[in-house]
Structure formats: C-alpha cells, structure tokens
C-alpha cells in the first residue's frame, strides 16, 4: 500500500528568506564575467549538502529551475543550481532575471525546510559567472527518487498510478510508477501548466516528466518547471 499524498499547508513549502534591505540593482552590480568573481571560491554541492544546517557556504553551478517557477508553494523566487556532485535549491525572496543553463555562484546559509536541504541566499550573494550549459536530466526510475537524488533534474516515465488532485493554491499532483515504486509528480501553479491538460491523464496511461527531484517532509517528489516537461508516451 502506497501513502497517502501528503496536503500543502498554509504556510511556504520552503520558508521565505527576509532580504534585509538589499535590492536587484546590488545583485546585477555584484554579477561580473570573472570566472573567479567576487565571492569566495566555490566547494562542491555534495560536499555544502553534508555540511550542518547553519553553516555558510560558497557554491557554484548551472541553473536547473528558474528563479520564481516554484513561487505558489514557496512564496517566494528561489532556483536550483547543479554541479557534477549534485544540486540543491536556493531560497530567494526576490526575482532575478537569468535562465536555464546559467553559471551562477551563490553564497549563504544552509538550512531545511519541510525536511528539503536548502541554501538560503540574497541578491548580493549571488554573481553571474561566465558559461552556459544545459543540464541534462539523470533518467532513474521512480522507486529511485529519494535522499541520493534530492536537489538534480531527473527523468522519470512511467503509468499514472493517482490522477489529478487539486492542492491549490500552492499547484496540483499526481502519481506515477514504472514498476519499481510509486513517486509523486508536484506541479506548482506558478510553472505554467494547463489545468485541463493534467486532469485529462488516466490511470494507467504512461508518461515522462523532466523536473527538480525535491523532498515534503516524508514525501519524495518530482517537480517539474514547464510544461515542456511532461510528455505523454
């Protein structure tokens, strides 16, 4: 028997960050095409996500979520950022303006939230750094989503096992399984998908979805960032 899905609270999936009084402009003046930057030279994510929540650190990587995709359950316009060793999300009270595949370093603090490892940051923590790449999603199956692959752009395909549930206004979710387990696919409002288009999906029919492997207190997810990511098979 599989758990039940886990309802959103009233409060942010992932706590809001208070910025004490720093705005966009401190954050682009901040950005530069150093690849060494102004912040402190990065350590590998894997190595942050083990430090103790509390602790600051500087990492570095390519942007996996875009900053605001998450913002209905977070209330706030964090991102996620990957490295070779892993990923991890980035609280951010404010909007930035850069895309996927961004080189971004980042700076703060280490904590959780709803059990998700998270790095909380502000605009002038965060620097732009020369390079571009496309983060190619890990494929794993859907028993396989878990603590190993929380914070990476995964790939999972498999049968709807729970159609659409309504968990607004934070997004929607349902349930998939390739055999090997049964995983939760979170869809947040603010991503862009059409209503109509998940509630039409059927039990048992066979889909792939792209998206950032997360973590809700006991529950493993996928989330992903646009409609894009959902295809049916």
């Known amino acids: 028997m599989t758990a039940p899905a886990l309802s959103r609270v009233a409060s942010p999936r ?4 208070l910025l004490l009084g720093v705005t966009l402009a401190a954050w682009m003046t901040g950005c530069g095409d150093d690849e060494d930057g102004q912040l402190p030279r990065p350590i590998a994510i894997a190595d942050a996500r083990g ?24 209330e706030e316009n964090g991102f996620a950022i990957q490295d070779e060793t892993g990923g991890i999300y980035v609280q951010l009270d404010q909007k930035l303006n850069f895309g996927l595949g ?47 692959l929380e914070g990476r752009l995964v790939q999972v395909t498999g049968s709807v096992t729970r159609t659409f549930q309504d968990d607004s206004p934070h997004g929607y979710e349902l349930y998939i399984n390739d055999g090997s387990g049964e995983v939760q696919v979170y869809v947040y409002l603010t991503t862009g998908f059409d209503r109509a288009t998940l509630e039409a999906l059927t039990a048992g029919q066979r889909i792939t979805v ?20 959902l295809t049916l098979n």
């Open 14 to 17: 992932f706590a809001s960050f």
């Open 51 to 74: 430090r103790a929540n509390g602790d600051e650190v500087t990492i570095q990587g390519y942007v996996t979520v875009p900053p605001g995709a998450f913002n209905s359950g977070t």
């Open 102 to 148: 961004t080189r971004v370093r980042v700076q703060g603090t280490l904590a959780e939230q709803n059990k998700q490892r998270v790095l909380k940051s502000q605009p002038s923590e965060i620097e732009q750094v020369q390079g571009t790449q496309t983060v190619t999603p890990r494929a794993v199956l859907t028993g396989d989503v878990a603590e190993a």
């Open 210 to 229: 792209v998206g950032f492997a997360a973590q809700y207190e006991s529950q493993y997810e996928v989330l992903p960032r646009q409609p894009s990511d």
